[in-house]
């Protein structure tokens, strides 16, 4: 069980909860497309099988904003 500081609240503490768990798991790497990207720090994921370093939403490789970027910068480089 983890230590939750959320005091006030059961859907806080699913909110906080689904939280630590997203920031916990494992994601698929962007570049060799294997399950094993981890969270090393604050938006910092690492590969443990290609050592890539990837900067990522704080817990969960990607965020919502950064979703939107990357598929305005795939528009502009189709034309």
Not at 8 to 24: P, Q, V
Not at 68 to 78: D, F, G, N, T, Y
């Amino acid at each position: 069980m983890v230590k939750r500081d959320v005091r006030s609240g059961a859907r806080l503490r699913d909110l906080a909860d689904k939280a630590d768990a997203s920031r916990r798991s494992r994601y698929v790497c962007p570049k060799c497309k294997k399950k094993s990207v981890k969270r090393i720090s604050n938006s910092v994921w690492e590969c443990k099988s290609c050592s890539a370093i990837i900067a990522g939403g704080s817990y969960s490789l990607s965020s919502g904003a950064g979703e939107q970027v990357r598929k305005l910068i795939e528009e502009k480089r189709r034309g």
